[in-house]
């Protein structure tokens, strides 16, 4: 394959970071005002963090947010529009960001109504970008979320949502014209106490040019 005037493969990966050591420090900041961690109708929930890897065999950084606010738009009937932003970026202190460090996004957990990993810059068989194409990941994202409920029986709600976001080839690469996507659907929770179900129905406004659509989604959990 070839990516960035470069030639990789899942092999090369494999032999340079298989059997790669990273101690990792973590650092963060939290806040969680939610009125509920399964259902919530109110609140909003911040993460800001730090990741530092010195020292090991593949040392990096990686700084980041993710956010979600809830809101109670009308409190008799209990209808709720969640709003969340998720943005990262990362490089290498010494080396390449290898494939399981880079960025992605698609799937039921980010951008529903693509395929899972399938917002990322792609690498082609041919070096002018034509031929079979996989996605290769970037280095940086911003994922935007909005979803609307209601309540139709107990345990049972409807969703409507749409989704948006990108990934960059390089770290604090804003420019994602290629690969950014924008999706819009509808869905059902059932809120099986301990085993809630999402499943979801979306399809695409923009997508990239490589990606695949995935119009139904299935996840067991709570909101991610």
Not at 37 to 54: E, I, N, Q, S, Y
Not at 139 to 166: H, W
Request: glycine share 8%; hydrophobic share 40%.
């Amino acid at each position: 394959w070839e990516f960035d005037g470069e030639e990789v493969s899942y092999q090369m990966e494999k032999e340079l970071y298989g059997d790669a050591i990273e101690p990792v420090l973590h650092l963060f900041w939290a806040k969680d005002s939610r009125d509920s961690f399964r259902m919530p109708t109110r609140g909003h929930r911040t993460k800001l963090f730090v990741d530092l890897a010195p020292g090991g065999d593949n040392e990096y950084w990686r700084v980041g947010v993710n956010h979600r606010s809830y809101f109670n738009v009308w409190k008799r009937y209990n209808h709720v529009l969640m709003a969340g932003l998720r943005a990262e970026t990362i490089d290498g202190l010494s080396d390449e960001v290898p494939i399981y460090n880079r960025m992605f996004l698609g799937g039921p957990k980010s951008i529903r109504g693509i395929e899972y990993r399938h917002v990322s810059p792609f690498a082609t068989r041919n070096a002018d970008g034509s031929g079979e194409a996989v996605p290769w990941g970037g280095q940086t994202l911003f994922c935007i979320n909005a979803e609307y409920t209601v309540p139709i029986v107990k345990y049972l709600r409807i969703a409507v949502f749409s989704d948006m976001g990108a990934v960059g080839e390089d770290e604090f690469d804003f420019d994602v014209s290629d690969n950014f996507a924008w999706t819009a659907g509808v869905g059902f929770r059932i809120d099986i106490p301990s085993f809630p179900i999402r499943l979801d129905f979306a399809a695409p406004i923009k997508k990239p040019d490589d990606a695949e659509k995935e119009i139904f989604s299935f996840t067991i959990g709570y909101d991610f």
